[in-house]
């Protein structure tokens, strides 16, 4: 079912809108920039109505009211649930009868509206019963109501103090054993009512009073509630195709419908319920009692009912996250204000002579069971309780009281959950469990949630004290293991077993645990350097024998070694002071030094890594030594000590062939320079396509590149082969190095490059340029164009050629923006490879940035 009525039409979709960046113009290309950027329109406009969730209101000024057929069908199922164990709850806490609906109604609609969590239902919940009842015996209903009120005040301040995600601190063996207990206390109080007696005020006294109720047996209650239990378990296992519809009225209604049935035409003659006039209906009164008292019910209210409440409302989040249908967006719970949602709700519920309400687990599981969508389930729910509080009272009488009562034992058992006991006990914390079921039963909720953090705090500082450190000898290598966390309470230990270990000997420490403190730190590394230098070894690995990293040493002034990611960042702590040059010193005596100090470094590199990187690497290399290279890509880039392929690559050895000279250049083949052909780069083309079998070649510029520079510092009017020069006076800096000679072996490379300046300064071809915006300057433009170019170059080689035309080998354009620390990928344009005669390249080649999120190749 799905009604939809509108107030207003709504306003017709509008696509959005899209602003153009104006650009510069340039007399030679005016009709290719006028845009940099185009917006995608792949996809289409979308209008608002696209973007809204399956459950949201439509547009337009005046909102119109949408319920979703499976939220209404949801709706119903839940009020079945609830209408049933709304009394039976009232009935025992020992509250009015009505205040159970109260309860149900408001949480519906109030917390359903208000909550944080759409698909989770609150009401009257079996969590709060004992609390609930021990209030209502010590202080009374109308002193209650006004404690409920109160504590929905205390969530409210709570959640505007955005702490509920604290309660999810608590450990789940508190929460289960405070819950176990509660469903405890809750059966043996209506296995009173169940045997057609009175309950007693405490567990205690009810398991005192069974003797003595179990000889005086009402026939009557006790028919009633065995077929009531009978009915509840047996209805989810009704088999065959019976099952599968009846098993559409919930167990819960079946059961109180049927034992209802029963009594009246048997004619028995039993206590049922008896809802008074609402005319009559009790409403609060001020707290009177102890303060003391009042400000620890109103706490106890406050705490069981945020974090049973907070746990609902991740469990349905998984049960959501769990439902196959990915055409519902449901969205997860939001905690401060599901907190918000319970406040208020018990504000309404108290002031309306109202139970205190809890988010209820079971509700919520069955609203999510049933299909719902939205938020509209649980109030609707909330709203078919209304009604049957106003209109159904003469059907609601009918109930048997020992119907209820059998009902809620059941429930109360169910609470004692064999699998949160499975699940506490591998996770050895089965004692803290018991301790707070326990403490529950015997001293109360509070009391037992008490017992139980206290014991959860024991359990903690044993295992965290707990250390077991044994060591062995193995094919003459020494082995110590240490299970647990290391403290300072086992660093004795420790050192007396590390100074067993025999000078100059093979060592590997296994450590298996979370946490170390700096006790334990320091007495590992001390052994550590007195053990290497004494001539051992020492390994340090973890339970499954992976090598485990060694912290860093921090850097001191002293210090002639730098930490491994140091030299990225241009620094070498390890150089000594400049010293100033005396008229006696040599200048052959400086260069010497440097010399020195260079190879210093060197093997300073060379021992860091076989130090810190080789043993991580070592398998690897191997297993690559044994099998040979299989690289996945030819990567050709500039030389520049700025690049660093593997870091901006994120690749590891055996993954890039790696070409690199100045300016990414890729000669065309058979061209020759002045002193003959150059098939350095050929060749490596050759050997990955043909021999590696690469799947991809990508070609990689850079900013501030040199050999661009130097190839725009070429004279304007000098012919094309003429070498490329720097401007007198020019400045030795990373986008402009001093002129090579006109002869020299890098003028003669650099002539690979002119087709390059060609393409840029030519009006038969398009630009270059980067997404969004227009290059800073001419360098940064022919940097770009040059990738453009080189790919170009790569189509005329014949492997290449062959590898694109039998589709295994793509071709990939990256620019890299050293100053950014930002890559660049080249869109994919759609033209040709090559252009009919007398047609020009008009289409923009645009480099797209890379986003830190997974990658998607762009295409036009």
């Not at 409403?283 to 009042?294: D, I, T």
């Not at 510092?713 to 986008?735: I, L, Q, R």
Request: charged letters at 15%; one cysteine or more.
């Amino acid at each position: 079912m799905s009604a939809y009525v509108p107030t207003r039409e709504d306003p017709p979709d509008r696509p959005d809108q899209t602003g153009q960046t104006d650009q510069p113009d340039r007399t030679d290309r005016t009709d290719r920039t006028k845009q940099l950027d185009q917006p995608d329109r792949a996809r289409g406009p979308r209008s608002p109505r696209s973007r809204r969730s399956p459950h949201s209101p439509p547009p337009g000024r005046w909102r119109g009211f949408r319920i979703a057929g499976a939220d209404f069908s949801a709706s119903i199922s839940v009020f079945l649930i609830a209408l049933p164990l709304s009394l039976g709850i009232a009935l025992a806490t020992g509250a009015p009868l009505q205040a159970g609906l109260v309860a149900a109604a408001v949480g519906g609609l109030v917390a359903g509206r208000l909550g944080g969590a759409p698909l989770q239902v609150s009401g009257p919940a079996a969590g709060l019963t004992v609390v609930t009842a021990d209030l209502i015996q010590r202080y009374g209903w109308r002193t209650t109501c006004a404690i409920t009120v109160l504590a929905g005040l205390a969530q409210l301040g709570l959640a505007a103090l955005r702490v509920a995600r604290s309660a999810l601190a608590v450990s789940p063996a508190i929460v289960h054993g405070m819950l176990g207990g509660i469903g405890v206390t809750i059966a043996l109080a209506q296995l009173h009512i169940v045997l057609g007696g009175t309950p007693q005020s405490s567990a205690v006294a009810n398991v005192q009073g069974l003797p003595a109720q179990l000889a005086g047996l009402h026939p009557a209650a006790v028919s009633v509630s065995a077929l009531t239990v009978v009915v509840l378990l047996a209805w989810p296992r009704i088999p065959g195709r019976t099952g599968r519809i009846v098993r559409k009225v919930p167990a819960a209604l079946a059961a109180v419908a049927v034992a209802t049935a029963a009594a009246a035409l048997v004619g028995l003659r039993l206590d049922r319920v008896d809802l008074p006039s609402w005319s009559s209906h009790v409403l609060p009164e001020l707290p009177q009692g102890p303060v003391l008292g009042l400000i620890a019910a109103v706490l106890t209210i406050t705490l069981v009912g945020s974090v049973e409440s907070l746990l609902s409302a991740v469990a349905v989040d998984k049960l959501v996250a769990a439902r196959k249908d990915p055409d519902i967006q449901i969205p997860r719970a939001r905690l401060d204000r599901e907190l918000a949602g319970q406040g208020a709700a018990n504000v309404v519920s108290g002031a309306l002579g109202g139970l205190p309400i809890t988010g209820v687990a079971v509700r919520s599981a069955a609203n999510v069971a049933a299909g719902a969508i939205s938020r509209n389930s649980t109030m609707l729910h909330g709203l078919w309780v209304t009604v049957a509080a106003l209109f159904l009272v003469s059907l609601l009488d009918l109930i048997p009281l020992a119907a209820l009562a059998a009902l809620v034992m059941v429930i109360g058992v169910q609470m004692v959950s064999i699998t949160h006991m499975r699940t506490v006990r591998r996770n050895r914390e089965l004692l803290v469990y018991v301790g707070t079921l326990t403490g529950v039963v015997f001293t109360g909720v509070l009391e037992g949630v008490a017992i139980g953090i206290a014991l959860a705090v024991a359990v903690a500082l044993h295992r965290l004290t707990r250390t077991r450190i044994t060591l062995e000898e193995q094919e003459g290598a020494h082995r110590l293991r240490a299970r647990g966390e290391l403290t300072f309470l086992a660093v004795p230990r420790l050192s007396r077993l590390l100074h067993q270990v025999p000078q100059g000997s093979d060592c590997v420490v296994e450590l298996d645990g979370s946490f170390m403190d700096h006790a334990a730190y320091e007495a590992l590394h001390d052994w550590q350097v007195a053990h290497l230098s004494q001539g051992g070894t020492v390994e340090f690995t973890g339970r499954s024998g992976d090598r485990i990293a060694e912290p860093a040493e921090p850097v001191t002034q002293s210090s002639t070694c730098c930490r491994p990611w140091t030299p990225w960042r241009n620094h070498h702590c390890g150089d000594p002071v400049e010293q100033p040059q005396t008229p006696g010193r040599k200048t052959d005596e400086v260069r010497v030094s440097s010399r020195v100090q260079a190879g210093g470094q060197l093997a300073s590199g060379l021992s860091s890594f076989q130090r810190n990187t080789a043993p991580f690497v070592r398998g690897e290399l191997a297993r690559l030594a044994r099998e040979g290279q299989q690289p996945s890509q030819l990567f050709l880039t500039c030389a520049d000590s700025r690049l660093v392929t593997s870091m901006i690559t994120a690749s590891g050895p055996g993954d890039l062939f790696t070409v690199r000279n100045v300016g990414n250049l890729v000669p065309l083949p058979g061209e020759k320079g002045a002193e003959g052909q150059d098939d350095s780069v050929a060749a490596a083309i050759e050997y990955a396509v043909d021999v590696l079998r690469v799947e991809s070649i990508t070609v990689c510029g850079h900013s501030g590149c040199g050999a661009m520079q130097a190839l725009l510092n070429a004279p304007a009017n000098a012919p094309a082969d003429s070498p490329p020069t720097a401007p007198p006076g020019a400045p030795t800096t990373p986008t402009a190095q001093e002129a090579p000679a006109p002869s020299s072996p890098l003028t003669r490379w650099l002539r690979h490059g002119l087709p390059s300046l060609e393409r840029m300064r030519s009006r038969d071809h398009a630009w270059a340029r980067i997404s969004g915006r227009l290059p800073t300057d001419a360098v940064e433009q022919l940097c770009l164009t040059n990738v453009v170019q080189q790919l170009e170059h790569l189509r005329a080689h014949t492997a290449v050629a062959r590898g694109l035309a039998e589709g295994r080998l793509e071709l990939h354009g990256m620019y890299f923006h050293v100053g950014e620390a930002q890559a660049y990928l080249l869109a994919a344009d759609g033209q040709p490879d090559e252009l009919p005669e007398g047609q020009s390249d008009s289409t923009d080649k645009v480099f797209n940035r890379v986003a830190p999120t997974a990658f998607q190749e762009s295409r036009a």
